[in-house]
C-alpha cells in the first residue's frame, strides 16, 4: 500500500513540474509569437560581441597568472585565442579560447577541432566540476561541469579541461548552453558562451589524476575572468 502511495506520489509531482514548465514556456514565448517575434529566425543581439573580439586580440588577464604568450591561431578556419600562463617557474598551463563571434553563432564542434589541431588522441575522459564563490559582483556561488581527459601526441601529453563558459555558469556539452539561451530569449536576454580549454602538460602518457586540483583552479580562475567581463550581463 505504501509503495503504491509513493509511485502515485512521484506521478503527481511529476505531472506538476511537467505543468509547470509548459506554462513557464507559454508564459515566455506566447507574447512573441503573437507579435511574430520568431527567436529562431532573428536573434536578439549579443551585447558583449566588441567585448569577446578582444579577449581573441588582447588575452584573457587571469589573476595570479601571469601571461607568456597571447596571439590569435586558426583552428578550422576560426579564430581562437592561444595564451600560455604561468603561476610560477614550475607550473604552466595553455589555454584555448573561441568567444563567440555574432549573435546567431552557437557552439557546436569546438572539442572535434581542438582535437585535430592538436592531433591528439585522448583517454580518461570523464566529467568534473568546480565552483565559484559568490562575491560582489555574483551574489550566488556559480557551478560549472567541464570534460576532463588525458589528449597526447608524438611531442607531449596533457591533462585537459574543456567546456562552455556563460555568466551563470558551464558545461562541456552545447545543448546545455542552447537551452539556457532560449530561456533567455524569451524573457528578451541572451546569453554570451567562450569555448575553454585548458591544457596543462604532465609526463608522457601521465597519470591526471594528481593534476586535477590545479586544472579545476585554473578552471575557476578563467571562468571568474570571464563572468566579470565578456560574459558580463547588460541590457539588451
Known sequence: MLMKLAKQNIK?????????????????????????????????????????????QKGLEI???????????????????????????????????????DDKDQPQVQWVDVKGFQRWQTDRDRTVEFTIPPNGEHPQPTTVKAKYFRGWNRQQTFAVLQWYAWYSGGSPDPASWFWSDQIAQWQGKRIPWVAVSIQIPIEPLGDIEPVLPQAKSLGQAVQTALMSSSLQRKKN
Open 12 to 56: 503527481l509531482n511529476q505531472i506538476i513540474l511537467l505543468l509547470f514548465l509548459i506554462i513557464l514556456l507559454l508564459v515566455g514565448a506566447v507574447p512573441g509569437y503573437l507579435q511574430k517575434h520568431w527567436s529562431w529566425e532573428k536573434p536578439l543581439p549579443v551585447t558583449t560581441i566588441s567585448q569577446m573580439r578582444q579577449i581573441r
Open 63 to 101: 589573476p595570479g597568472w601571469q601571461t607568456k604568450i597571447s596571439k590569435e591561431v586558426p583552428v578550422s578556419g576560426e579564430k581562437w585565442l592561444y595564451q600560455e600562463v604561468q603561476i610560477d617557474p614550475q607550473t604552466t598551463a595553455i589555454l584555448l579560447l573561441r568567444p563567440q563571434k
